[in-house]
């Protein structure tokens, strides 16, 4: 079966660095998304890797290693407005997106 | 630009009543989504559409239909209601199926709640 893990809850203080991982087994794999869903709200977009290595954007940054089956999602100088769930994605080998649960960010003053 | 609608935003529904769940996007993307989100699963892909005229079945698409008559319609309709259909739904649209970075774009989400 396909599989994505995240960890269900972490808690960060504002102004740190947080690094939010991701595990997936699936069949074949065509990119790896980051998404933020704050509560009550759509999922938004954040990051695409596709290739090993980091994506930079801003204070959000996403490491990609294939060959491991793990990504992460770093972000650096939280913000209180960062408190939100950030979702996993997997396209498998028939281009659709395998979810994961979502990691749900706490950040504390 | 409006991007994604979705309507209703929420909805209370009794067992056995027929719902259709509407979605709209004016970005004139090729593919449609709808998803259920419940709580500590991921979203769940119930059918999808590559484009006009064409459906397919996602991971969960017993109990819900699709038509696409269109680019920018994507209605979702429950025949008959079950309790274990209270969700929220969300609507996506992308660009392509396949491509670079083919990013799907949300609506704001219909809570449903079936009694």
């Known amino acids: 079966g396909q599989n994505i893990d995240q960890p269900t809850e972490m808690t960060a203080t504002e102004g740190a660095i947080v690094q939010i991982n991701c595990t997936y087994q699936?069949?074949?794999?065509?990119?790896l998304f980051w998404y933020q869903q704050h509560a009550g709200e759509a999922p938004t977009f954040l990051s695409y890797n596709v290739l090993d290595g980091l994506e930079e954007k801003g204070r959000f940054s996403s490491f990609l290693s294939r060959s491991k089956g793990y990504s992460y999602l770093l972000l650096k100088e939280l913000q209180m407005k960062d408190s939100a769930s950030y979702l996993c994605?997997?396209?498998?080998?028939?281009?659709?997106?395998?979810w994961g649960a979502g990691t749900k960010l706490i950040i504390k003053p | 630009i409006a991007g994604i609608t979705q309507a209703p935003t929420s909805q209370i529904l009794a067992a056995g009543r027929r719902m259709t769940l509407r979605c709209t996007q004016d970005m004139r993307h090729n593919a449609m989504y709808w998803y259920r989100q419940d709580l500590g699963l991921g979203l769940r892909l119930i059918h999808y559409s590559n484009t006009a005229g064409t459906t397919g079945k996602g991971e969960v698409p017993d109990g819900y239909s699709v038509s696409r008559a269109n680019t920018d319609d994507f209605p979702l309709t429950l025949a008959s209601a079950v309790p274990s259909q209270t969700s929220v739904y969300f609507c996506a649209s992308s660009d392509s199926v396949v491509g670079d970075v083919d990013t799907q774009y949300f609506g704001p989400g219909t809570r449903l709640t079936v009694l």
């Open positions: 994605a997997v396209k498998d080998s028939n281009y659709q997106l395998i």
């Open positions: 699936t069949s074949g794999f065509n990119g």
